[in-house]
């Protein structure tokens, strides 16, 4: 018997945005409080998964047509592309470079290349994470 | 469209209380990592992600400006010239849009446009009557910027 979601959906609709613009939270907040890339991704897959449970498989992969194996590539990429940076510029490898800037809206921020670096290990949580539970999902 | 608006709203209120800064740039970026995520998951709503319509607005709104300082340059033009040369006339046009503010702010632009005034509107909305100043040398240009004007229209209410 199939049971009728529509509670279901209907919370989800809203708790998925809220859900991460926490992870995004967490992930910026990573410098100076508890958080960072990797729960700040765990979090992120948390709501596609939420999203996985309300909708099915193929619903969610019409809604965000991701190939989260690439997402793993791209997040890989990030990382090594933050290390190498330093090489090109003459420093051991992953040394990471950072200044103060005084932007527009923001008021007087830290710009540190270790977010580039974290945004890499966002990706590829995020990207395993959903690899593992949507290649368990299509398996009869 | 509405929805959406509110949501993003209320991510931006939510990003606040998180960052537990009550500052109005707190309140744009809440509301610009929002619109991210609204972005991303566009798809999910049954409408089509608002700020589309929000652009859509603002090139009718530069659209309007354009118009409204070449019908000036056209109408200097006119004055200046020794001999009054004109062919004056009213045609219909058939028009597309339904609602009521789509035919005002169509109205509204065609009149603002070279030479052209809307005069009146059929009692069913279908056809707008427009005097031009220069009907044989307008006919065909006009009414191809009519067609844009009109498309720009529909982008905003689709």
Redesign the interface.
């Known amino acids: 018997m199939k049971t009728n979601d529509i509670i279901l959906q209907t919370v989800t609709k809203v708790t998925l945005f809220v859900i991460i613009l926490f992870s995004i939270y967490l992930f910026f907040t990573g410098h100076y409080h508890p958080g960072g890339g990797f729960i700040g991704g765990l979090m992120s897959s948390g709501a596609i998964v939420l999203l996985l449970l309300a909708y099915d498989i193929k619903t969610v992969t019409a809604i965000l047509p991701v190939d989260y194996k690439k997402m793993i590539g791209a997040g890989l990429l990030f990382s090594a592309g933050t290390g190498t940076g330093a090489l090109i510029a003459g420093k051991p490898f992953l040394t990471h470079a950072y200044t103060y800037v005084s932007l527009p809206l923001l008021g007087k921020t830290s710009l540190h290349t270790a977010v580039l670096f974290d945004t890499g290990v966002f990706l590829v949580v995020i990207g395993v994470t959903m690899t593992i539970i949507q290649t368990i999902g299509e398996s009869e | 469209m509405a929805f959406q608006i509110l949501?993003n709203v209320f991510?931006a209120f939510?990003?606040m209380f998180?960052?537990t800064s009550y500052t109005p740039?707190t309140f744009?970026?809440?509301y610009f990592?929002?619109l991210l995520?609204?972005f991303?998951?566009r798809?999910?709503f049954s409408t089509n992600f608002y700020l589309n319509k929000v652009l859509a607005v603002i090139k009718l709104f530069l659209i309007f400006n354009k118009e409204l300082f070449l019908s000036n340059i056209a109408v200097l033009k006119v004055i200046l010239r020794p001999k009054l040369n004109i062919k004056p006339g009213i045609f219909a046009l058939p028009t597309e849009l339904t609602e009521d503010w789509e035919i005002t702010i169509l109205a509204n632009l065609i009149t603002l446009t070279p030479g052209t005034l809307v005069v009146d509107v059929s009692p069913d909305n279908k056809i707008l009557y427009v005097h031009a100043m220069n009907i044989d040398d307008t006919q065909e240009a006009i009414d191809s910027i009519k067609n844009s004007f009109e498309k720009a229209i529909m982008e905003v209410s689709r």
């Open positions: 949501l991510l939510i990003w998180l960052k740039a744009f970026i809440g990592f929002g995520i609204i991303t998951f798809r999910f």
